[in-house]
Structure formats: C-alpha cells, structure tokens
C-alpha cells in the first residue's frame, strides 16, 4: 500500500466531508502557525522585559539592605510593590502545567540573580514569590504577577478558539446550504435510475442550477421516448395482430396438408416473436413501482414452472422481504429466466435472499451452462446461444435474458451470470436495490 492509499483510506468520501475538510484544514493551520509564531515572539519577549526589569528593583533592595539597614530595604521594596516576608515553601519552581511563561521568568531570573533558592507562581495565582539570598538568610519577596508576565496570556487562545468555533458554524450552515441542491439532485437522479420520478426543482448555486435543468431535460427526453414507444407499440401490436388472425383463420378453411402444417408454425413462430419482442420493448409500461412481498412472488414463479412440467424447487427465506419494486415486470422477468433454465436443464432452483441494500433472486440449474466468455454477449437483444448450450432441447429468440437485464437495469440493479456451484449448470443473479 502506497502512501497515498494508506491516507485516502482515512479522508472522508462524501462531498460535505470533502468540502468541510477543504474549509477547516487551512483556517486551522494558519490559526496555529500564527499564534505559535506570536506567542514565541511577543509574549517570550514582553514576559522577558518585564523580569529583567523585576531583576533591577530586586538588586536595588537587596543592594539597599546590604549598605543599610533592613527598614531602609523594607520601605524601598513597599514603594517598589515588593513584599519582604518568612518564605513558605522549600525552594524549587512552582507552576500551573498550562503556565509556560514561568519558564522564561526563571531562567531570566536565575540568569541575572545569584543563588535563587526557588519560584513560586502557583500558591497565589496573581502574584510570584521569589526566594533571594538576603543577609538575614533566604526571604520571600512577593509582587504582582502581571510585573513579570504579559496579564491573561491565555486570552488570545481563547479568543482564537472561540472564533474558530463560530466560523466553522457559519462555515457549517452555508456549506450545508450550498450542498443540499446537489443532494437533492443526486436524489433525483437515483430514483430516476431506480424508475421512480420524484418531484424536483433546480436551486442553489448557477452551476448546480444549469445541472439540475439538464438533468430535467434529459428526464424529460427519456420520458417522452418511452411514451412514444409505447404509443408505437400500440400500434405494432394491433397491425401486425390483424394479418396473423387472418392468417391463422385462412389456414383454419384449408385442407389439411403438410404446406398447412408448415405454414402454421411459422405463424406460430412470428406470434411468438412479436409477443417477445413487445414484451421486450413495453419496458416500464406495465406498472408502477410498490413496495411487494420479494418471497410470495418468486413462490408464484416457481409453481408456475412447476405447472408448466418442470422439476422446480423453491428455497423460501425464513421471513417475508418486502422491497419495493414493479412486481409485474420482475415476475415477467423471473418467469423469462425460468422457462430458460427450464429448456435447457432437467432441475432448476430458485432461491431469494436479501441484505440492507438489496434484494437478489437466484435461479440455478443443471444445464450445459453459458461459457464465461460469452455472458456479455448472452444479454444481448436477439443473440441465441443454442451452439453453446443445447440446440435439441429447444430454441428461444435470443430475448429471454435480455428482457431481464433490462428490467433489472430499469429497477437500478443487474443480472449477473455465473456457475451453479451445487447443480453445475448456469446460475442468474437478479439482484435489485432495496
């Protein structure tokens, strides 16, 4: 693994993800860099000015108190804000863990003053008390803490913190705006794929506007296509209908001969073709998508097989799977695949089974199979593969599983053909969404 799978792996897949990551990444580095570099340098400064001066009135007292007397000291320190007292604590440096100006103080004062027995910013979080060497031994001098230290250093983090929380909510809300029209079109978009229309209007930025109307340009093309071939299909239906019935009524006045047998099945045959080809083409004309019971439908296409002379098993979940779907059109589409199996193979079984995000009906058998190489080519309008499977058993018009495929694909799903791991011949997947 690369090192740019290893981190795409962890980057957010959606698009809102995608765009707040975009968003926040930048205003969160430059926030840091920016106040790393200001703290290091105006507090480190300012804090480092400010013990250095602390440093020069401590000399002076304790200069005083060495040439003079302890009061002359004592009232140097007073008007200085310096208080002189009994230390009490042991020494060392006392500190808050988040209080990092101590540091700069102590080395300063340690660096300017000899033997500096300890430093104390924690008893008392507003003042520091230092421990110098005096000639009465170690006293406290106590001051304000804001004398050696810039006062609320922790102000301009939460200052910054609290800014950054706003603007991501802002950033929130008109990102979250300004990404609902394309979730809406995405919605759209689906359900359209899947045979559902639902309503949708263009809104949001132009881009997505100028998406969301050629979205409904398409749907509307797409719409009118199947309208005027189903209207077309009326009219297939009903002139090519009349001249095989009569047809099949002069045939019915004729004496009877082998010229009527032959004549007959080729009647026969092109009542069979036309009956596959308009169901091939009706598509989406027979009815609207609801939410059906998967199992009690594939029951039904399995004792239908079963009527029609076959030797069919059914394997029925334990429970129901409701999913919505056109139950006229999968039952056609199941029953397409049945009569297949049921052609070329002595045993067929169908199955159902079902996950969070689909619905798969399984037909196997024990037939001769399609080569894998040829699957492509099987889903294919009027390609017949009786070379490849058996031509004795009989002969369709090459539109069985075409039909299938096409209302999978109608349904936002897929046929999928593989090997029959326990009866060795074909097995068709029709796997729909839920």
Do not use: C
């Not at 792996?9 to 959606?14: A, D, I, K, S």
């Not at 302890?70 to 804000?81: H, I, P, S, V």
């Not at 027979?286 to 019971?293: M, S």
Request: aromatic fraction near 6%; proline fraction near 4%; charged fraction near 25%.
């Amino acid at each position: 693994m690369t090192l740019s799978q290893w981190i795409k792996q962890f980057l957010p897949r959606g698009l809102y993800g995608r765009a707040a990551l975009i968003l926040i990444v930048p205003v969160v580095t430059i926030q840091l860099v920016v106040s790393s570099v200001f703290l290091q340098r105006h507090f480190e400064g300012v804090t480092s000015q400010l013990s250095n001066a602390l440093t020069l009135d401590l000399a002076l007292i304790l200069d005083t108190w060495a040439s003079d007397v302890r009061r002359a000291a004592e009232d140097l320190a007073t008007a200085l804000d310096v208080e002189i007292a009994a230390p009490e604590f042991d020494g060392g440096t006392s500190r808050a863990y988040y209080d990092l100006s101590v540091i700069w103080v102590a080395e300063v004062l340690t660096r300017n003053m000899e033997a500096v027995g300890g430093i104390d910013m924690l008893a008392e979080q507003r003042r520091i008390t230092i421990l110098p060497p005096t000639p009465e031994g170690q006293m406290a001098f106590s001051t304000a803490r804001r004398r050696v230290s810039a006062a609320a250093p922790h102000q301009l983090l939460v200052i910054m913190v609290a800014t950054g929380i706003l603007m991501t909510l802002v950033a929130y809300a008109f990102l979250r705006n300004q990404l609902k029209p394309i979730r809406r079109l995405a919605e759209a978009s689906e359900n359209f794929g899947k045979g559902r229309t639902i309503a949708y209007r263009p809104s949001g930025a132009t881009e997505v506007r100028s998406a969301g109307r050629a979205f409904l340009d398409m749907r509307d093309r797409i719409e009118g296509h199947l309208e005027q071939r189903t209207l077309m299909l009326s009219g297939v239906s009903h002139d090519l209908r009349t001249p095989l019935t009569r047809m099949r009524l002069s045939l019915g006045m004729m004496e009877d001969s082998a010229e009527r047998a032959d004549l007959n099945r080729d009647v026969d045959e092109m009542e069979a073709l036309l009956n596959t080809f308009l169901d091939f083409v009706r598509g989406e004309a027979l009815d609207d998508p609801v939410t059906a019971d998967a199992t009690a439908l594939a029951e039904q296409v399995a004792e239908d097989g079963r009527r029609a002379g076959g030797k069919v098993s059914y394997v029925r979940p334990n429970a129901e799977i409701m999913a919505p779907m056109r139950p006229l059109a999968v039952q056609r589409a199941l029953s397409n695949l049945m009569s297949n199996a049921r052609r070329y193979a002595a045993k067929v079984r169908l199955q159902v089974t079902a996950d969070e995000a689909h619905v798969q009906f399984s037909i196997e058998d024990d037939g001769p199979g399609i080569p894998a190489d040829r699957r492509d080519e099987a889903l294919k309008p009027f390609i017949r593969l009786d070379a490849a499977r058996n031509q004795n058993q009989g002969s369709g018009v090459g539109l069985g599983l075409a039909i299938a495929d096409d209302i999978a694909r109608r349904h936002g799903g897929a046929l999928i053909l593989s090997d029959s791991a326990d009866l060795g011949g074909l097995r068709v997947d029709l796997r729909l969404p839920r």
